[in-house]
């Protein structure tokens, strides 16, 4: 089965994607989705993290390549959206330039880089104490309260640093998800990482993400999901529901659309 939404998609601004917004509403559109959602990385404007990111300058670039898409396939729901990590020092940007200002219909959460000790890290490599795990786990909370996101990209991404599930990984997820749970904010399962080669190391191969174990803890504290593909190239756009699917079925989690009623007025509005 293909996806009927998917609101985690990029473009080649962010310079580790290939396509632009109408690239892949085409994909979308022939697969049968009803609305597709463009979310490439934010620009920050302090310009951190510059080299996997749009500039500053390109947001009205972008903004006008979304509504192109809009105008090319006029029988999907295109959405204009960001994802986005999270520092307090960018909340006003996100909520009245991007969210405000700009109209951008939503933001995603994600935590690629951790803060310990008042500097960032990667969160892609190296979570393996029990410490660093904990960071991550903190910054994750932090992103669901702050009130801007629609869902949290790839929480269990800590599969990319250890090789094994174990006590400091299991109580990093448990923090995770009961948060999620409180909150009732989804957490995504995303295929991006079926997509990847393992990682490896002189450990061995380390797993990627879906990380199985993650999805049974959020299972157990009862957190909901979304699902997306995180496409970074056109060809991407509806893939891995299946297996996703079969992970939210295996540990009966519940999917939520977290953009339902967004869309459902877009179309309305739309006759």
Known sequence: MPFRVNYHTH?????????????????????GMVALGISDHVPLPDHRWQEVRMAMGEIDEYTDA?????????ELTILTGAECEYDPAYHSFFRDELLGRRGFHYLIGASHFIEVDGRWKGSFEGLVSARLLSSYAKQCVRTMEAGLFIGLAHPD???????EWTEDTRAC????????????????????????????????????????????VA??????VML??????????????????????????????????RVAALRSARG
Not at 181 to 199: D, H, M, Q, T, V
């Open 11 to 31: 473009t080649f601004r962010c310079h580790h994607a290939s396509g632009d917004a109408v690239d892949y509403a085409r994909v979308a559109a022939k697969a």
């Open 66 to 74: 979304i509504d192109a898409a809009r105008a090319a396939v006029p």
């Open 157 to 163: 991404l800590i599969g990319n640093s250890n090789v």
């Open 173 to 216: 997820a448990r923090e995770i998800c009961a948060a999620a749970a409180a909150l009732r904010f989804p957490l995504e399962l995303n295929s991006y990482g079926i997509r990847k080669p393992w990682i490896q190391s002189r450990d061995g191969a380390r797993p990627s993400y879906p990380w199985p174990p993650f999805w049974r």
């Open 219 to 224: 299972a157990e504290e009862g957190a909901p």
């Open 228 to 261: 997306s593909s995180d496409a970074h190239r056109p060809v991407d756009v509806a893939a891995g529901y299946d297996e996703l699917a079969a992970i939210r079925d295996r540990y009966q989690l519940v999917e939520i659309d977290p953009l339902a009623e």
